[in-house]
């Protein structure tokens, strides 16, 4: 399918269903998977790249499925280097940038897809705010605890 100038594919053998988020200023939590709505817990989430304003008390919540900046919801790696094969976004972000305000805030727990899932977000080298970005350092393999401070960076 195409999405802003993407090509969003299934790289795996299986089934699953895309769900896309377009950067913007959000005051209602995004829930992955939406259990209201019915997603499958192996649903591909995919962050177009740019800036998310999370406030008002909107949250990022993950308990399971495959989330990334990249065209397949799946880790893309370029010369040994975590990328986003997305193209930049409007205002020149070329990642995805998170920005909780208020009450708002991240958590992720895959108790709905354990052992499986992903979570694999890219940072921008460019941002046009200037801000200090935080990224995600998600192994591989994903399977080491994700409960401590440990897995994320500040750059």
Known sequence: M???GATIRNSTSSS???YIYYPGKYTSTIQIPNNGSGDAASSMYIFLNGVYYFTS???LQMSGGYVANTTTGLPHYVGGQ???DLPTAADGTDGVEFVFDQSALFSSDN???PGDGSVFFVAPDYIPTGS????FFIASTNTAARSSTRDWMSV
């Not at 200090?132 to 990224?135: G, Q, Y």
């Open 132 to 135: 200090t970005h935080i990224a």
């Open 82 to 84: 975590g990328n986003s």
């Open 16 to 18: 699953h269903d895309f």
């Open 2 to 4: 195409q999405v802003s």
């Open 111 to 113: 108790s709905r897809l």
């Open 57 to 59: 008390g909107a949250n």
